[in-house]
């Protein structure tokens, strides 16, 4: 029928400039989407269509730039689709979120976060939609699709508390009726790039603490998760709009070519970027080069060393976890475990099996019984074969898994590969995906250096009962990463600690302890209450002194030079 009716339609066929290319485009017009199924009716509950627009500066415009297919990669198909933003597209969120900033940054900051505080309360109410929203797009499991909906509600908490708490300091003066302080100012529009394994979280770990400092936020999610982006923003945008304030959270999916127009922009103060560490390198020069700050999460490498003395079925626990979670796509995986030679060959058997038994609830993520759901697409497949053949060609030795799972979906085998030196280059290459090696130490003071020779430096972990190595493990000659935890999973972390790691991770933090600073400038303020003009360091600067009666004048003046 539809052969027929193109040999019948010569102008149409003109128009799209092949019968392919008809084929293509009345099948994807035919084809329907999960947004249009009952079954999957909490995207409508979301605001979702079958397409929708991938910009918002204060309006929602449908971009200029194309459209992207969401996939759902449990099954291969598509979900919706949407319009991603052209460098045009992106200039009108530009301009929108700096004039936003002009009137956002007056307001005192308690009301910026009974905003945020909003923002909050209506994630509440779509937790569950937006939950499994995350879980169909990025393929992780419903538990961790709500899970990371959560965490943007908990960090929305506590900002709200921040916007009351956030001070400089006073610090004593050496001059007599003298004061310094110390005042934290906001930047202007912060930008944030996310990655797709937390395309919720993330953003909401940068945006509720650079609002509430008095930022205006830019959004580019990832292309592969552009349901999620248009979402969350949709949510807040709609808290915005309730309370008449100007677009001060704006959203452009896009491309390439977007993310390198917003490094490049110098109304961008901060760039937030969530990603590879290839290009977060890149980033990070750029932003340099025009002295903006960047604010930089990227690999990890993440090890669990297994001390002699470890609770062990705490250890398997969080080793389980720990490798397989998210299959195998957190920033924060388990890579490597390090084992003490004594329990080597038992916890390796015991997780093995574990890992068996995890084969019965393989499925799709909105499922309730499912543990463990796909990779993300088809490179992460490919990422995930061209890895474990590497690996193999070493001399690796495939304890369990190894295999792409044949049903519909980017579904593959979390696997176990031991037999390998620890430092291998494909055990110091960071691979995304459901891959941990597994290796045999002596002690461990060789545990933690093998710990601490990966580039990357995120997050790591120490099971032990023994208080001696538990403080070797955090001091100076423990590990260099920036989260270092003890007796439980390096996978995850809390909202009341700074996040982010050292090397090549980059150096950021965000979400608790003082990581809102990198979202403020820091300025430093002398006030001189007395009715004279002591200068520092006891200096006099009076041209009708001479050298002879002042004969340190030269010394203190040297002195003060800095």
């Not at 008809?22 to 409508?44: H, N, P, Q």
């Not at 929708?52 to 996939?71: E, F, L, M, P, R």
């Not at 890579?335 to 038992?346: Q, T």
Request: proline fraction near 4%; charge should be neutral.
């Amino acid at each position: 029928m539809l052969a027929a009716l193109l040999h019948r339609a010569p102008k149409l066929t003109h128009a799209f400039g092949s019968q392919a290319a008809i084929a293509t485009g009345f099948a994807r017009t035919m084809a329907t989407y999960l947004v249009e199924e009952d079954s999957y009716s909490f995207l409508k509950d979301l605001g979702l269509s079958r397409v929708n627009n991938g910009v918002y500066d204060g309006a929602w415009v449908a971009g200029k730039a194309g459209t992207v297919q969401s996939i759902d990669p449990a099954s291969g198909r598509v979900i919706a689709e949407v319009t991603t933003g052209s460098v045009q597209d992106l200039e009108r969120c530009l301009t929108a979120g700096t004039a936003a900033y002009q009137e956002w940054k007056k307001m005192p900051a308690p009301y910026r976060g009974e905003i945020v505080r909003q923002i909050g309360e209506e994630l509440r109410k779509y937790r569950e939609p937006l939950g499994k929203l995350v879980a169909l797009e990025m393929g992780k499991i419903l538990p961790e699709g709500v899970g990371e909906v959560q965490e943007f509600v908990d960090i929305c908490d506590y900002a709200v508390g921040l916007s009351r708490m956030v001070g400089g300091a006073i610090f004593p003066s050496e001059r007599p009726q003298h004061t310094i302080l110390e005042k934290w100012n906001p930047l202007g529009l912060v930008g944030v790039i996310s990655a797709f394994n937390f395309p919720c979280a993330v953003f909401g770990w940068n945006a509720a603490i650079a609002l509430t400092i008095g930022n205006t936020v830019l959004w580019k999610g990832a292309p592969s998760t552009s349901l999620v982006s248009v979402a969350t923003t949709k949510i807040v945008a709609d808290v915005i709009k309730r309370n008449n304030l100007p677009p001060v959270v704006t959203l452009c999916q896009g491309g390439d070519e977007i993310g390198k127009q917003m490094v490049k922009d110098e109304r961008v103060k901060l760039m937030s970027f969530t990603g590879s560490t290839a290009v977060g390198r890149t980033v990070g020069v750029e932003m340099q080069r025009r002295f903006g700050r960047c604010l930089l999460e990227l690999g990890g490498n993440n090890a669990l060393i297994i001390n002699d003395d470890a609770p062990q079925d705490m250890a398997l626990d969080a080793a389980f976890f720990g490798c397989i979670g998210t299959a195998g796509q957190r920033c924060t995986t388990t890579r490597r475990l390090i084992i003490h030679e004594k329990l080597y060959d038992g916890f390796v058997q015991k997780l093995v099996k574990r890992y068996t038994n995890l084969m019965q609830r393989v499925g799709h993520p909105l499922d309730q019984a499912t543990l463990y759901g796909p990779v993300h697409n088809q490179q992460a497949v490919e990422n995930y074969k061209q890895t474990i053949q590497e690996a193999v060609s070493l001399g690796g030795k495939i304890e369990c898994g190894g295999k792409i799972i044949q049903r519909p979906g980017f579904f593959v085998e979390p696997t176990i590969i031991s037999n390998l030196p620890h430092d291998a280059p494909v055990v110091k290459r960071e691979t995304f995906a459901p891959i941990v090696y597994v290796f045999r130490a002596k002690n461990l003071t060789e545990a933690i250096g093998w710990n601490n020779e990966v580039d990357q430096g995120l997050s790591s972990a120490l099971f032990t009962s023994n208080v001696q190595s538990a403080f070797q493990w955090i001091g100076e000659n423990g590990s260099d990463c920036g989260i270092v935890n003890i007796n439980t999973s390096p996978s995850g972390a809390e909202i009341g600690g700074a996040f982010g790691g050292e090397k090549h991770t980059g150096g950021g933090r965000e979400s608790g302890s003082d990581a809102w600073k990198q979202y403020a400038r820091r300025s430093t303020i002398t006030v001189n209450h007395s009715a004279d003009l002591p200068l520092a360091q006891g200096i006099v600067f009076d041209s009708t002194y001479s050298r002879e009666l002042n004969p340190n004048f030269s010394t203190s003046f040297s002195r003060s030079s800095r």
